[in-house]
């Protein structure tokens, strides 16, 4: 089955404890996408970038297999990104958000995306998010993440957003912010009578929960030695979970819960590197490994 995705596709300058770089590949929709593709042939990406996007990484994109008919190249600067990261690394100071090209995106998406079976809103806009689901029409699962700018200065586009999608998937801070609850499971299920039928909030190193109406589900993280940087966890997570049940056409609650330990086992590969060094030499049978450990410590 295929998967369409709409969000950011950028270069970042990233500063953690352990090293920076400066105008490296990243975006929501990058890391979504290249994560989804090592369980799906079928990834279709909608963004757009400028004319300062260098060819080796439209070159790694490709391939990864990843659709790009949907990705404009347009005249002007690329979405650029900055943050940094404390002793804790947990989340981002963001340092600055240059929209550039994308304040004025307005994302035509191609014929041959619209009757794609699963969609995923990555981190961009809401208005961009509903723009894009409002041109497929075939879905048959939308999930969508967001971010602590848009939940403060997009909130009306945002909750109109979330009536139309079934899955949202965002961080436990974010989930604070969005709901006003401080507990995560008090928020999760807040957040359910927003329009969302499921909920999946990520604690980073805390692992990830999901709720609905009638479940719960909790996975640990995969326990990592050293977390180099966590740039696009989120996003990574967000692509194993989604090109899982794209390549499995499964979304029963438990395929779903085997879904997240897939997320949780990418996003661990995606903080080993900076930017997507790492997703540029792993391999389904590491993928596996670690898959195969997360039960194993699970078990009891
Ligand atoms: P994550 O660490 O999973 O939250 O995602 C980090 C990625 O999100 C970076 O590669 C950024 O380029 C991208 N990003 C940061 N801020 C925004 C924003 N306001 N809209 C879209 N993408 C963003």
Redesign the pocket.
């Known amino acids: 089955m295929s998967i369409v995705v709409v969000?950011?596709?950028?270069?970042?300058s990233?500063e953690t404890p352990y090293g920076k770089v400066q105008n490296a590949?990243?975006?929501?929709?990058?890391?979504f996408s290249v994560s989804a593709s090592f369980f799906t042939n079928d990834v279709k990406l909608v963004a757009v970038v400028g004319e300062d996007f260098p060819q080796e990484h439209l070159d790694f994109l490709n391939s990864r297999g990843i659709d790009l008919e949907g990705l404009e190249r347009v005249e002007g600067k690329t979405?650029?990104?900055s943050?940094r990261y404390g002793a804790s690394l947990s989340g981002?100071e963001?340092l600055a958000?240059e929209?550039n090209v994308?304040e004025k995106f307005s994302p035509k998406v191609p014929d041959n995306y619209k009757n794609s079976e699963y969609v995923f809103l990555?981190?961009?806009?809401p208005e961009l998010q509903m723009d894009v689901l409002g041109q497929v029409r075939n879905s048959k699962l939308v999930a969508c993440?967001t971010?602590n700018?848009?939940i403060a200065e997009r909130r009306d586009h945002l909750m109109e957003t979330l009536k139309h999608v079934d899955i949202l998937i965002i961080?436990d801070a974010e989930a604070r912010q969005l709901s006003g609850e401080q507990q995560v499971n008090m928020s999760a299920r807040k957040i359910l009578e927003y329009g969302p039928s499921r909920v999946i909030i990520k604690k980073g190193e805390h692992g990830a929960m999901t709720l609905t109406n009638t479940s719960y589900f909790s996975s640990p993280a995969y326990p990592l030695k050293l977390v180099f940087d966590?740039?696009?966890?989120?996003?990574?997570?967000?692509g194993g979970f989604m090109g899982y049940l794209a390549s499995t056409d499964d979304i029963s609650e438990q395929n779903i819960r085997k879904a997240i330990v897939y997320g949780t086992v990418m996003a661990s590969f995606?903080v080993e590197d900076f930017?997507l060094n790492r997703q540029r030499i792993l391999t389904r049978e590491e993928i596996e490994t670690r898959f195969a450990e997360v039960k194993a410590i699970t078990e009891f």
């Open positions: 969000g950011s596709v950028a270069l970042d990233v590949l990243g975006g929501s929709a990058t890391y979405f650029h990104w943050g981002a963001t958000t929209l994308f990555a981190n961009i806009n993440d971010m700018l848009w961080n966590p740039t696009g966890a989120g996003d990574t997570f967000a995606d930017s």
